[in-house]
């Protein structure tokens, strides 16, 4: 098993200002996601960050807006960039598993909540 | 994509067994299904996953309808810490990278 810890917490921040969210995890993991959930919404994955690449994007989802950082196998950042009232949300890392196989089982953080004032 | 389909809520007894269905009629071959629940104020939590055959833990019991087209999350006995949002979920490799797919999830109400 994998634990997940994630840094802030929660947050409030005022618009046009950037906030970066810290996901350590407590073992090697090759794959990392990175989610975000509207308040009673399920999750919409935002990016897939593996470690020596530039992360993979979603559709809807700019590198731009939400930077990403992958500098280990234990570690990666999110950055909200030139924060709006629209990307207050909850935001989740995940580790998806030993050998980012899809015949294990994902771990996720307990989520930062972004409020943007 | 491959998408899936869940109903939006549902509720049990206390002790009663539960099925939670999912639907996910575009899936492909090799895409795994994934069951995740969440509370409130809590990431998900993983409850059980499979390819193609049913699969139990301790947790609970997934059906896997043969065409794979459809899935069912069995709760054998629904206790009041099981009342949260189940999710299902496919999880696939495309275009060289995993992809993952969340459904609308189920909440589901444990009555006492």
């Known amino acids: 098993s994998a634990v997940i810890s994630q840094k802030p917490s929660r947050d409030i921040c005022q618009r046009g200002t950037s906030l970066t969210i810290q996901c350590q995890v407590d073992?090697?993991?090759?794959?990392m996601f990175w989610y975000r959930q509207q308040p009673g919404q399920s999750l919409t994955l935002i990016a897939t960050?593996?470690?020596?690449?530039?992360?993979?994007?979603e559709s809807g989802f700019v590198i731009d807006k939400f930077p990403i950082s992958r500098p280990n196998l234990t570690f990666s950042t999110l950055t909200v960039s030139n924060m709006s009232p629209e990307d207050s949300s909850i935001y989740l890392c995940?580790?998806?598993?030993?050998?980012?196989?899809?015949?294990?089982?994902?771990?996720f953080g307990q989520g930062t909540r972004l409020t943007v004032v | 994509d491959a998408k899936t389909t869940q109903p939006n809520s549902m509720e049990s007894n206390e002790e009663e067994p539960v099925h939670l269905p999912c639907n996910h009629s575009?899936?492909?071959?090799?895409?795994?299904i994934h069951w995740y629940r969440q509370l409130p104020s809590q990431g998900p939590e993983y409850v059980i996953h499979?390819?193609?055959s049913n699969v139990n833990n301790r947790m609970a019991s997934l059906a896997i309808a043969e065409d794979r087209k459809s899935s069912t999350l069995i709760l054998h006995r629904a206790t009041l810490r099981d009342a949260a949002v189940y999710y299902c979920?496919?999880?696939?490799?495309?275009?060289?990278?995993?992809?993952?797919?969340f459904g609308t999830g189920t909440k589901l109400q444990v009555i006492p």
């Open positions: 995940s580790a998806g598993g030993t050998g980012g196989t899809m015949n294990t089982e994902a771990f």
């Open positions: 073992s090697q993991v090759t794959m």
């Open positions: 960050a593996n470690q020596g690449s530039e992360a993979t994007y």
């Open positions: 575009t899936i492909s071959g090799t895409d795994y």
């Open positions: 499979g390819l193609t």
């Open positions: 979920i496919l999880r696939a490799w495309r275009g060289g990278y995993q992809k993952v797919t």
